[in-house]
C-alpha cells in the first residue's frame, strides 16, 4: 500500500524559510515523479513544483527561482525548500507521487504553510 506523507509545514514571516519533506512508503519511489502543489480556500490546486525520477525540474511561473525541489531516492522522500517566502505563498501544499508506466497518483494529507507578519 502506496503512502505519501508530507511534513514541515509552519509559520514564518514575509522573507523567512521553510522545508518542506514528502516521505513516499510502497516501493514505488524511485521510479515515480514527484511533484509539490499547493491550495488555497476557493482556489484550484496549483503546480509548485515537479521532478521526474531522472531528476528533471520544472517549477510554476511565480516560484522565479525562490524555490527548490529535490529527491533522495536512498530515503524516499521528496524536498521542498522554500526561500524569500511571501504572504501570498500561504496555502496547504500537497506532495504528489505518480509512479511511472502508472496511472496511478498518490497524494498527500497536506501540510499548512502560513506567511504573516
Known amino acids: 500500500q502506496v503512502q505519501v506523507v508530507e511534513s514541515g509545514g509552519g509559520s514564518v514571516q514575509p522573507g523567512g524559510s521553510l522545508t518542506l519533506s514528502c516521505v513516499v512508503s510502497?516501493?514505488?519511489?524511485?521510479?515515480?515523479?514527484m511533484a509539490w502543489y499547493r491550495q488555497t480556500p476557493g482556489n484550484e490546486r496549483e503546480l509548485v513544483a515537479g521532478?521526474?525520477?531522472?531528476?528533471?525540474?520544472n517549477y510554476g511561473n511565480f516560484v522565479q527561482g525562490r524555490f527548490t525541489i529535490s529527491r533522495d531516492n536512498a530515503k524516499d522522500t521528496a524536498y521542498l525548500q522554500m526561500n524569500n517566502l511571501k504572504i501570498e505563498d500561504t496555502a496547504v501544499y500537497y506532495c504528489?507521487?505518480?509512479?511511472?508506466?502508472?496511472?496511478?497518483?498518490?497524494w498527500g494529507q497536506g501540510t499548512q504553510v502560513t506567511v504573516s507578519s
Open positions: 510502497g516501493r514505488i519511489f524511485s521510479t515515480a515523479a
Open positions: 504528489k507521487a505518480k509512479p511511472k508506466l502508472s496511472q496511478n497518483e498518490y
Open positions: 521532478v521526474t525520477n531522472g531528476g528533471r525540474t
